[in-house]
């Protein structure tokens, strides 16, 4: 009887600026005693390859180049040393300015060879700032300290920031402070200046035109700006200019606790952790700049600042690691029909829950073919709550509910696929399973995973024995 | 002498002792934020909520006390409770909500301050109150109400009572030869499995699971296609009287659900013992066990239904307890 299974996973980050490939092996082992009911948890992440730091091929300042794309990752899987067929799970994350629908269709194309299997998603910034926030270590920080942590993700255009608190995401936001917001030339003469900058030199009165020499002076002071910003964006406080630089289609970042600590990932990370030697010119930005200015500011001297884990590879490391997680350990699935992939899922509400609890079946038919309708998918899965101690009456007429429900309702041979929080998907399960079908159907029930309305599902072979699925829960996908 | 404003304040505070007592509701919203939430240093808005929620969900010893019709007892707080358990007895807390989480992972009464050297008064009573359920637990009686319920006949071992059943275990394990034959005579011989309930020595975990366990083994190892013997309930049990069972019977896989010995976490705490063709005398390491099954460690309906599986697993690997995990 094996208590330990190990998966490989591969981590894909297209962002604006870089691109990057991460290998890391994820360990699942039962950590229940003897005499217990397993508990199987993934207790190792490891990175076992990382590749080197590419800059993202693009056609135009937008569009990404599909083709050199699919050379970089080509590349880093010969010299990993694993092929494609090697992976069992992963994603491919596409952040920043690239993260639109056209480029998501060309990784979708290009990468289909290596990324048959796995996830392809274009992270919105409130995505991209969990992801970092993982990677770099900071959620980690929160669960071992059970204290609020605040992962600030200073990139190229943007900077992500989420805040955990024991391992919760509490808040998220996105602003355009990033370290590619100026540009200089070999020559040191200025080369682009964003908009948000330009929004930072009116406030300020400084002057700072396309084409003047590049002084070290005036860009510092632009870095002094974002870093006060940036202090004054965790003290919550109002700020018209703040205001004015967030990014379109982030969250407000909104919280109601004092933050216990901070932790910087992203390009811009390095150049505060590890100030080097060498001209501040030297990545053609302003980001050694930035970071000279951040470890100069208030966030040093007002906030506990932790080291992150990974600095400048956070999010690749993020999409690698952390979007893996595992199903409960006492499940029922009738037989191997792993791996199934991007399946819609339909989230019931806490009241009608109750009423499948109660037996009745009118409103769950009817919501159902609601989402038929919605969905070209032939298959979803149908997840709620559950109940933390439920009786046995309860289970068996919330599973006589669902299976003459989802009997009558999915096409011939779908399988009947319940994703409940509370730990009783065994015990549903097993009761669905007794139930007469009119078609032969699959029963997969699974818990300890939670699931939204609109989030996308794959779900891996099965692990430790059978006893658990690696579940890879996506909340934005296009595709 | 008095002057005329000295006897009007007197008047007053006279005036003021008599009014009459708060309402039942009003006085225990009193009671518990005078009582519970007096070191929490939070807002009033905050209290209200909880307070509301207390009302609308009767503790145990209230809805007992309800059904006594001991109205002495209106106003008064379960000490035992989880909720009130929750709550942090530890003055001037760094991290309140971080230690109120901490509080809530584990049974152990962290949290909780002290007098002096000594505990607080309420950590003393709880304590005292946890080891009254435990001691409840051990020496009460399986209600017949339930086992009529659950259609279960009643067997009971060597012991002449609970005294005896705990002081001579070795008692616990055998029956007399008219209980044997009662169970000859009763239950369905040459079984693939025999299922049974005994009380251990805790009658309140054979009270909390029992109907929400015993049904789905029964049908999820029916549903398997396998011959499963009439259940029933053995009195002043342990662990090794199924082996005596099994012999009796002839079953291949006997498993009890038996209360486990409570502690001063839980006194619901049930387990499963499961063993592949016990027989009298065999060692204790062919048992496979399913423990902690209870509202907080795995939920009764799930742990039978995962016990189904288990069991399966013991008749094809033909094996159970150490052997089985070769």
Redesign the interface.
């Given at each position: 009887?094996s208590e330990e299974s190990t998966i490989l996973s591969v981590g894909i980050d297209i962002g604006t600026s870089t691109t990057q490939v991460i290998f890391s092996r994820l360990t699942f082992k039962n950590s229940a005693g003897?005499?217990?009911?397993p508990h199987i948890a993934i207790v190792d992440k490891e990175v076992v390859y990382k590749s080197n730091i590419h800059m993202t091929p693009l056609k135009n300042r937008v569009m990404i180049d599909g083709e050199k794309v699919r050379n970089i990752v080509a590349e880093e899987f010969r010299k990993s040393g694993y092929k494609p067929t090697d992976t069992q799970t992963g994603a491919v994350i596409i952040t920043g300015e690239s993260a639109r629908k056209e480029n998501s269709e060309i990784v979708l194309r290009e990468l289909s060879d290596f990324a048959g299997e796995f996830v392809v998603s274009t992270a919105g910034p409130d995505l991209e700032a969990i992801i970092a926030g993982k990677g770099s270590g900071a959620r980690q920080y929160s669960i071992d300290n059970?204290?609020t942590v605040a992962n600030l993700d200073i990139g190229g255009g943007t900077t992500n920031v989420v805040l955990f608190d024991?391992g919760e995401v509490i808040a998220k936001g996105c602003v355009d402070i990033g370290g590619r917001l100026v540009k200089v030339t070999s020559d040191g003469r200025v080369e682009y200046i964003s908009d948000s900058v330009l929004k930072m030199t009116a406030s300020d009165g400084l002057s700072l035109n396309i084409g003047d020499e590049a002084q070290y002076t005036k860009i510092y002071r632009i870095g002094e700006i974002m870093a006060e910003l940036l202090y004054r964006w965790l003290c919550r406080e109002d700020d018209r200019l703040l205001a004015s630089i967030t990014t379109p289609g982030s969250s407000q970042f909104k919280f109601h606790k004092p933050i216990r600590a901070i932790c910087f990932s992203g390009g811009v990370a390095d150049c505060i952790y590890h100030p080097a030697e060498g001209s501040w010119m030297r990545y053609g930005d302003m980001g050694v700049v930035l970071g000279e200015a951040i470890r100069a500011s208030r966030l040093f001297s007002d906030f506990r600042v932790i080291e992150a884990k990974e600095t400048i590879r956070a999010t690749v490391v993020g999409a690698g690691s952390y979007t893996t997680s595992v199903s409960g350990s006492?499940i029922?699935y009738n037989r191997d029909v792993f791996p199934l992939k991007n399946i819609p899922v339909l989230k019931l509400s806490d009241e009608e829950q109750q009423v499948c609890f109660s037996g009745q079946t009118g409103d769950l038919a009817e919501k159902l073919r609601w989402m038929q309708r919605q969905s070209d998918s032939k298959q979803l899965i149908l997840a709620m709550k559950g109940k933390?101690?439920?009786?046995?009456m309860e289970?068996k007429r919330l599973a006589a509910c669902l299976v003459s429900v989802l009997d009558a309702l999915l096409p011939e041979g779908q399988p009947m696929l319940i994703v409940l929080e509370?730990?009783?998907?065994?015990?549903l399960?097993?009761?669905m399973?007794?139930l007469p079908t009119v078609h032969p159907r699959d029963v997969i029930c699974i818990d300890s995973v939670q699931v939204d309305q609109n989030d996308f599902v794959d779900m891996g072979k099965p692990l430790v024995d059978g006893l658990v699925i690696p579940v890879v829960v996506k909340t934005l996908i296009f595709g | 002498m008095l002057t005329q404003s000295q006897i009007d304040a007197i008047a007053e505070a006279v005036i003021q002792s008599m009014k009459p007592a708060p309402a039942p509701e009003e006085k225990r919203r009193m009671h518990r934020t005078t009582e519970i939430k007096k070191d929490r240093p939070v807002e009033a808005s905050e209290v209200v909520p909880m307070d509301a929620s207390f009302m609308m969900e009767k503790s145990p010893a209230e809805r007992v006390s309800q059904k006594n019709g001991l109205a002495d007892n209106e106003g008064l707080i379960d000490i035992t409770s989880p909720e009130v358990k929750a709550i942090p007895l530890l003055d001037h807390v760094e991290?309140r909500e971080?230690l109120e989480?901490?509080i809530a992972r584990t049974p152990a009464r962290i949290g909780v301050g002290n007098c002096g050297p000594r505990l607080k008064t309420r950590t003393m009573l709880t304590l005292r109150a946890d080891h009254a359920a435990a001691r409840d637990a051990v020496f009460m009686d399986v209600s017949q109400e339930l086992l009529d319920r659950m259609n279960l006949f009643t067997v009971a071992t060597r012991c002449m009572d609970k005294t005896q059943f705990l002081t001579r275990p070795d008692l616990g394990r055998i029956f007399p030869p008219e209980g044997l034959e009662t169970i000859k005579s009763k239950c369905v011989h040459d079984i693939d499995v025999q299922i049974y309930v005994s009380d251990g020595l805790s009658s309140t975990a054979v009270e909390a699971n029992l109907?929400?366990?015993l049904?789905?083994i029964i049908?999820?190892l029916k549903?398997k296609g396998l011959k499963v013997g009439t259940p029933f309930f053995v009195k002043n049990g342990r662990v090794a009287a199924m082996d005596q069972i099994s012999e009796a019977l002839n079953a291949t896989v006997t498993c009890v659900l038996l209360g486990e010995r409570p502690g001063l976490a839980t006194a619901e705490s049930m387990s499963a013992y499961i063993a592949y063709k016990a027989t009298v005398g065999m060692p204790e390491a062919r048992r496979t066990?399913?423990?902690?099954i209870h509202?907080r460690g795995?939920?009764?309906?799930?742990?039978?239904?995962?016990i189904?599986?288990v069991i399966q697993k013991i008749l094809e690997a033909k094996a159970s307890g150490v052997e089985l995990?070769k």
């Open positions: 009887m003897y005499f217990a009911v059970q204290c024991a006492t029922t933390p101690n439920p009786s046995y289970v509370c730990d009783m998907a065994k015990a399960g097993q009761m399973m007794q | 991290d971080g989480r901490m109907e929400n366990i049904p789905i049908e999820g549903a066990v399913v423990s902690n509202s795995i939920p009764a309906v799930e742990a039978g239904a995962y189904v599986d995990k």
